[in-house]
C-alpha cells in the first residue's frame, strides 16, 4: 500500500489527471469534425490533432528543462496556462471561423497534454520505488473520470451556441484547466531543483545505448502511435460512414474508459509479472484493434475496435513506462523522461499527419491494416529483450 502521505499526493494528480484528460478528450472527439467544417480541403480535416500531437513532441523538452530548473509544480502550471489558451483561442476561432487560428491554438492544447503526461512520473517520485507500478496506474486511473467527462462536455455544449458550434465546448474546456490548476495548488510533486552540489548523472549517450530504454522507447512509440493513429480519424471517419455524432461521442467514451479503467490492476499486473509481459498484452490487443477496424463499418465495429485500442494503449503505455522508470537514478530523471516522451511524441506526429490523409483517399479498412507491421516490431523488440536478458543471466 502506499503511504498516507503520499497516496494524498498521488490522488491529487490522479484528479487532475481526469480533470486534464477531459482537454485532449474534447480535442480527440471534435478538432477533426471541426477542422472538416473549417479546413480549405477535406484533406486537412486532421490537420488540428496533427499539431497537437506535434506541440506535445515540441514541448516535452522545454518542459523537462522546467521541471529541472524549478520543479514539478511551475511546469504544471505552464501546463494548465495553455489549457486555458487553447480552450478561450478555439473558441475565438469558431466565432470567427478560422480554421488557421483554430489549428494555431492545438499547439497550446499538446504543450498542456505534455505537461499532464508527466503526472505519471510525478506519482512515481512520490512514493518507494516498489509501489512506482502503482502509483503510475493510480495516476492513470483519473482518466475514467475523463473519459465519461470529455465525450459528456461536447455531447452536453456542442449546441449550446447555435451559430458556433462547438464554441462553447472549448470555453468549457478552458474552466475544466482552470480546475485541474486549482487541484494541483498546493501539492507537493518533487523533483527538487537541482542544487549546486548535486550530480547531474550520466551523459545522455550511455542512456541511448542501453537496451533497455530503447525497448522502452519502441514500445511506447508503437503503442501512442497507433492509439493515435486511430484514434486521430476514427470521429471522421464515423462521421464518414453515416453514424450520428451522440453514437461517435458515445464510441469516444467508451475508448477513453477502456484507456484507463484497467489503471486500477496495471500495476499491480507490472508488479507481478514484470512491464514485459504487460507491454505485449498491449500491443496483442492494438493488434485486435486493427482487426475489429478491418473487419466492417458497423457502430459495432467502431466501438469494439476503439475499446480494445484503448486497453492495447493502457498496458502498452503503462508498461513501457514502467520500463524507462528502470533506466535512470533520480538526478537523471528528468533528461531521460523528456527525451522518452520527446521520441514518443514525436513519433505519433507521423501517424497524425498520415492518417488524415490515408482516410479521405483510401478509407478506414486502410488506416486500420497499416497498424500491423508496426505492432509486429515492437512484439519483436520486447521479446528480443528478453531473450537477451535471459541469456544474460545463464552466463552469469
Known amino acids: 500500500m502506499l503511504g498516507l502521505s503520499s497516496n494524498r499526493h498521488v490522488l491529487r494528480l490522479s484528479l487532475a489527471q481526469a480533470l486534464a484528460g477531459a482537454n485532449s478528450t474534447v480535442v480527440y472527439a471534435t478538432a477533426a469534425i471541426v477542422g472538416n467544417l473549417l479546413a480549405p480541403q477535406p484533406s486537412l480535416a486532421t490537420l488540428p490533432i496533427s499539431i497537437f500531437v506535434l506541440g506535445m513532441a515540441l514541448s516535452t523538452l522545454p518542459v523537462g528543462a522546467i521541471i529541472k530548473r524549478y520543479g514539478r509544480v511551475p511546469a504544471f502550471f505552464v501546463g494548465n496556462a495553455c489549457g486555458v489558451a487553447m480552450g478561450l483561442l478555439a473558441a475565438l476561432a469558431l466565432v470567427i471561423h478560422s480554421f488557421s487560428l483554430f489549428t494555431f491554438a492545438m499547439i497550446f492544447g499538446g504543450a498542456y497534454n505534455a505537461v499532464v503526461l508527466t503526472f505519471r512520473f510525478a506519482a512515481a517520485e512520490c512514493v518507494s520505488p516498489a509501489d512506482r507500478p502503482k502509483a503510475l496506474s493510480t495516476v492513470l486511473a483519473g482518466g475514467v473520470l475523463a473519459g465519461v467527462l470529455g465525450p459528456q462536455?461536447?455531447?452536453?455544449?456542442?449546441?449550446?451556441?447555435?451559430?458556433?458550434?462547438?464554441?462553447?465546448?472549448?470555453?468549457?474546456?478552458?474552466?475544466?484547466?482552470?480546475?485541474?490548476?486549482?487541484?494541483?495548488?498546493?501539492?507537493?510533486?518533487?523533483?527538487?531543483?537541482?542544487?549546486?552540489?548535486?550530480?547531474?548523472?550520466?551523459?545522455?549517450?550511455?542512456?541511448?545505448?542501453?537496451?533497455?530504454?530503447?525497448?522502452?522507447?519502441?514500445?511506447?512509440?508503437?503503442?501512442?502511435?497507433?492509439?493515435?493513429?486511430?484514434?486521430?480519424?476514427?470521429?471522421?471517419?464515423?462521421?464518414?460512414?453515416?453514424?450520428?455524432?451522440?453514437?461517435?461521442?458515445?464510441?469516444?467514451?467508451?475508448?477513453?474508459?477502456?484507456?484507463?479503467?484497467?489503471?486500477?490492476?496495471?500495476?499491480?499486473?507490472?508488479?507481478?509479472?514484470?512491464?514485459?509481459?504487460?507491454?505485449?498484452?498491449?500491443?496483442?490487443?492494438?493488434?485486435?484493434?486493427?482487426?475489429?477496424?478491418?473487419?466492417?463499418?458497423?457502430?459495432?465495429?467502431?466501438?469494439?475496435?476503439?475499446?480494445?485500442?484503448?486497453?492495447?494503449?493502457?498496458?502498452?503505455?503503462?508498461?513501457?513506462?514502467?520500463?524507462?522508470?528502470?533506466?535512470?537514478?533520480?538526478?537523471?530523471?528528468?533528461?531521460?523522461?523528456?527525451?522518452?516522451?520527446?521520441?514518443?511524441?514525436?513519433?505519433?506526429?507521423?501517424?497524425?499527419?498520415?492518417?488524415g490523409s490515408l482516410l479521405t483517399s483510401m478509407g478506414w479498412t486502410t488506416v486500420t491494416g497499416l497498424m500491423l507491421p508496426p505492432l509486429a516490431i515492437g512484439l519483436i523488440g520486447v521479446v528480443w529483450l528478453q531473450w537477451a536478458r535471459a541469456g544474460n543471466k545463464s552466463r552469469a
Open 153 to 355: 462536455l461536447v455531447t452536453g455544449t456542442m449546441n449550446v451556441w447555435p451559430p458556433y458550434a462547438y464554441a462553447a465546448t472549448y470555453l468549457a474546456a478552458a474552466a475544466v484547466a482552470v480546475l485541474s490548476a486549482g487541484v494541483l495548488a498546493g501539492g507537493r510533486f518533487d523533483y527538487a531543483p537541482k542544487s549546486a552540489a548535486r550530480q547531474e548523472g550520466r551523459p545522455v549517450s550511455v542512456f541511448l545505448r542501453d537496451a533497455r530504454l530503447i525497448v522502452a522507447m519502441l514500445c511506447g512509440v508503437v503503442t501512442y502511435m497507433l492509439m493515435n493513429f486511430m484514434m486521430t480519424s476514427a470521429p471522421l471517419a464515423m462521421e464518414l460512414c453515416g453514424i450520428p455524432r451522440q453514437r461517435a461521442n458515445v464510441g469516444i467514451e467508451l475508448h477513453v474508459v477502456a484507456m484507463y479503467a484497467p489503471s486500477f490492476f496495471t500495476g499491480r499486473l507490472i508488479s507481478r509479472f514484470g512491464a514485459y509481459p504487460v507491454v505485449m498484452v498491449g500491443l496483442a490487443l492494438t493488434a485486435c484493434a486493427a482487426l475489429a477496424g478491418m473487419a466492417g463499418v458497423s457502430v459495432g465495429h467502431f466501438w469494439l475496435a476503439l475499446v480494445l485500442l484503448g486497453l492495447g494503449w493502457n498496458f502498452g503505455f503503462l508498461g513501457a513506462s514502467a520500463m524507462v522508470l528502470t533506466c535512470h537514478s533520480a538526478e537523471e530523471a528528468p533528461r531521460v523522461q523528456s527525451i522518452n516522451d520527446f521520441v514518443v511524441f514525436g513519433a505519433m506526429v507521423i501517424g497524425s499527419f498520415a492518417s
